[in-house]
């Protein structure tokens, strides 16, 4: 398994502003993912995070609206930028791990509210 | 285009009843696929994956290629079963998750 770590749990934001969210494992990953939760909806991936290259973003999500760091091989950070109310959800962290890399394993989200 | 469905938003099932949460996929090839569970204020969590063939909480789930179909099942469902379901096939390394199925098992 993974311990992952996401940091704030939970914010409360104004409009206009901009959260980033960081996500820290124990060990040394490849692939990060970076997903939203809306409010009764299932999970959104956002994008995957590669240490060493650029963000790949999902169709929908764009690197001006939710910037992405990953500066090495246990931490990345997901910024939500000019937040509106509805970026209100719960974004999650992932890592996948196992031999053949086939198991995914998430953060214990954080839980955004923007009014 | 490829996607995956979950028909059922809501199922309750009586305690000791027999469970199936179903899921379709329109993959093309052969994508692994998964089942997670989310109880309640708990993270997501892998429940089985098709792969290993294996059978968590006495949850199995069997891939059928010929219907596109992974659906889960459980012979006898306990009140501990209650939580959210999603269906994920792992498609070029990334998870897609499914709308989710809520299970409610009623006593």
């Known amino acids: 398994s993974a311990v992952i770590s996401q940091k704030p749990s939970r914010d409360i934001c104004q409009r206009g502003t901009s959260l980033t969210i960081q996500c820290q494992v124990d060990s040394q990953v490849t692939m990060m993912f970076w997903y939203r939760q809306q409010p009764g909806q299932s999970l959104t991936l956002i994008a995957t995070a590669n240490q060493g290259s650029e963000a790949t973003y999902e169709s929908g999500f764009v690197i001006d609206k939710f910037p992405i760091s990953r500066p090495n091989l246990t931490f990345s950070t997901l910024t939500v930028s000019n937040m509106s109310p509805e970026d209100s959800s719960i974004y999650l962290c992932?890592?996948?791990?196992?031999?053949?890399?086939?198991?995914?394993?998430f953060g214990p989200g954080t839980r955004l509210l923007v009014l | 285009a490829q996607r995956v469905t979950q028909p059922e938003k809501l199922l309750s099932v009586f305690k000791g009843a027999p469970v199936e949460l179903k899921c379709n996929y329109s993959?093309?090839?052969?994508?692994?696929l998964f089942w997670y569970v989310q109880y309640s204020r708990q993270r997501l969590q892998l429940l089985l994956r098709?792969?290993s063939r294996e059978s968590i909480k006495g949850f199995t789930a069997d891939l059928n290629k010929g219907e596109t179909s992974f659906h889960l099942k459980k012979p006898f469902a306990q009140e501990e079963d209650s939580a959210m379901y999603y269906c994920?096939?792992?498609?070029?390394?990334?998870?897609?998750f499914g709308k989710g199925t809520r299970l409610h098992i009623l006593p």
């Open positions: 994920a096939p792992n498609r070029d390394d990334k998870i897609i």
């Open positions: 992932s890592v996948v791990r196992g031999p053949l890399q086939e198991t995914q394993y």
């Open positions: 993959y093309s090839g052969s994508p692994e």
């Open positions: 098709h792969i």
